[in-house]
């Protein structure tokens, strides 16, 4: 990258911004909307689209060339031209040779599950600004939305898998004349834990929550009416409800950070042949002992006769309700980036929070890999 782009990212002014094509399996979310290019013309800066990148979600190139970008044929066009690199998923591994020293990286990360992906970033000296670690007054705004959809679609999934042309044990969440309901244990009562509930509720389910907060009990206990249980997470509770569940979603995350292990791989012997574990913390690293990511072409694997569903973009089993959520989340961060490259974070917290790497240095220590 030439002087005159590095002066641009230290002192803001026109940059150039790419959109390119996610190349994770079955990844049709894409980090920007023709509405989003709209504003970043409007300000004087250049927005060049990966061909296809909104196909997925029905979104044309000429939707995009309409609104003023220019597209391009490949990711290299992308990588090699912008200063400012807006994406869903964290750079893989074909990625890796495009990026380009002071480029900034505006997506999902999570440091946390991919050592090897982090040592390279550093190396490469570029900024990374990761969605999920952007924080205002004790919430992640990026990462919210996209908890709220994971924990509503971990529900589905499990009442899907369940089913027993997976290996399930063939319950029906909302049960039948005669017939008990399913049984959902939700071990997490934070966004996504609260949105799994919820979901499972609607689905006709006997649902409870573990939580460990007792602020946090007495607000779910306030939202719910009684409507689900609200337990302590404590080892007792959690083994009593795992020896009946039929359905267990892992909600547990601290940000950045590893999530913490709840289901240890000695508890899947007193978790019944055919139930399912759903791990919608599997981005952090799982919260569950014997979870691995998987995909959306093999979602589950089965150990001990349990079914896992780990598949770490969750949300992109729905991209177009995913992609418009956030993109509305992430856009004022983006434009902040346009008009002040890395000097944005001096005059806005979150985003200063969610700088991780800069300049070959990890910036925000709770993305330290174990």
Avoid: W
Avoid at 225 to 248: F, H, W
Avoid at 281 to 301: K, L, V, W
Avoid at 338 to 347: E, S
């Amino acid at each position: 990258m030439g002087q005159d782009s590095k002066n641009r990212l230290i002192k803001g002014g026109k940059m150039f911004v790419g959109i390119p094509r996610e190349k994770k399996n079955h990844e049709y979310r894409v980090g920007g909307l023709p509405e989003t290019v709209s504003i970043l013309r409007e300000k004087g800066h250049r927005v060049l689209v990966e061909s296809g990148a909104g196909q997925g979600i029905g979104i044309q190139d000429r939707d995009y060339s309409d609104a003023g970008a220019e597209i391009c044929s490949s990711p290299e066009d992308i990588y090699s031209k912008c200063q400012l690199v807006v994406k869903v998923k964290e750079p893989l591994p074909e990625e890796y040779p495009m990026l380009r020293e002071e480029q900034i990286i505006f997506t999902f990360f999570h440091f946390a599950s991919d050592r090897k992906m982090t040592e390279i970033l550093l190396s490469k000296k570029v900024h990374c600004f990761a969605y999920e670690l952007v924080e205002e007054e004790g919430a992640f705004p990026i990462l919210a939305p996209m908890s709220e959809i994971a924990g509503r679609l971990a529900p589905q999934q499990g009442a899907k898998y369940i089913e027993k042309e997976f290996g399930g044990k063939g319950v029906l969440l909302s049960g039948g004349l005669g017939a008990r309901k399913g049984r959902v244990v939700v071990i997490g009562g934070g966004i996504v834990g609260m949105n799994a509930a919820s979901i499972s509720c609607g689905m006709g389910a006997e649902v409870s929550i573990l939580e460990i907060s007792p602020a946090r009990i007495e607000y779910l206990e306030n939202l719910f009416k009684g409507t689900c249980r609200i337990l302590q997470a404590n080892r007792e509770n959690k083994e009593n409800e795992i020896r009946r569940a039929d359905i267990i979603i892992g909600a547990v995350m601290i940000p950045g950070k590893k999530a913490p292990t709840v289901i240890g791989k000695e508890d899947l012997l007193k978790i019944e042949d055919g139930s399912v574990l759903v791990d919608v913390a599997i981005d952090q690293g799982g919260c569950f002992e014997t979870s691995r990511p998987t995909n959306h072409n093999q979602p589950i694997f089965i150990i001990e006769g349990v079914i896992h569903y780990c598949v770490p973009n969750m949300p992109g089993v729905v991209p177009r309700t995913s992609t418009y959520s956030l993109v509305a989340a992430a856009t004022p961060y983006t434009i902040m980036l346009a008009d002040k490259g890395i000097d944005a974070p001096k005059n806005n917290m979150p985003l200063s929070r969610g700088y991780a790497i800069g300049n070959g240095k990890i910036l925000n220590s709770n993305i330290i890999t174990q």
